[in-house]
């Protein structure tokens, strides 16, 4: 074994000299291996964020020796509880948070944010994992590129919407269907997750960068995390826009022990109540004890419209956020 290490430190400094982007530019696609261990070495120094110790490797194979996180899933944590007080569910929610804003700072979307995807170990910390629906979020700088997209996104909306009155009463899985395949018949391909260009979402940083929408596939997660412009499958999305939806179940579930709805579409009741502005007078009427922030904050994160829904930011400067933490007992 230590000839193996020392062989693999060997190499990875090697590694190191000589390794560079792989140059496709293409946005909006999952994270390549050799991408994605980059990111984890280089970028993804927050505590929250898994990443390997150290990586080693040997004439066959690579072994990523990653962190012992005796503690378990979240989820499971959460399952023996019931529920957390709000105290504690903002000592593991503003731990979420850290570990979203360092995807975000390294062009991250997760896509698959749950109390199953958060690991924890004895001393209380809470590591987001999970990597395999990460995409790497498309950006555009140059104006005359963006114009040609919005143009391009323009002609496939309108050809969507004619799609759309045309099979308005199949269900989302079967319009997605029936339209994919006559996508592939008139042999282009409107619908991807992976390559491609996308359209300008907005700025994003002080370098006046423009984030981009992403075409979506399929409906990528878990049902009770999946943001519905997601769920329907027929718009481009924000990466960063469907992480802070799934925030919003995930920390519903911390305080009140249930998920918010079983998927958020229309047909869901509580979904259609929640997100038509009467999250409040619903749970009030549901005894559930949550304190007028928590409401507040939760309403603001559910709203369908992921121009309006809250951002990271927002998120950190509500006023729940600046209770008191308690960290999980014993």
Known sequence: MANIELQAKQ??????????????????RPLEPEELRRRSTETMFDSHVMMPMDILTDNRNLYCVMPFCDGGELFDVLERRQKFPEDEARYWFKQVLNGVDTLQKAGICHRDMSLENLLTDSSGTALVIDFGMCLKVPFLEEEAHAHRMQQRMQ???????????????QSPQQYQNQY???????????????GGEATPAGPVDHRTRQRCLIRPLVAC????????????????????AIDMWALGPLLFLMVCGFPPWDQAIEEDERFHYFSGGHFRQTVQSWNLGLSEDIMDLLQRMFWKDPTQRLSLAQVRAHPWMDGPEMPPPG
Do not use: L
């Not at 909306?157 to 308005?168: A, I, L, V």
């Not at 994919?180 to 992976?194: E, H, I, K, L, M």
């Not at 049902?223 to 960063?240: K, L, N």
């Open 11 to 28: 190499q990875q400094q090697q590694q190191a000299q000589t390794h560079g982007e792989n140059g496709n530019g293409n946005d909006g």
């Open 155 to 169: 002609h496939q909306y309108q050809h969507q919407q004619q799609h759309q009155q045309q099979y308005q009463h």
């Open 180 to 194: 994919q395949n006559q996508c592939q018949a008139d042999g282009r391909d409107d619908f991807s997750d992976f």
């Open 221 to 240: 997660g878990k049902p009770y995390y999946i943001s519905p412009e997601v769920m329907i499958s027929r718009q481009p999305f924000d990466g960063y």
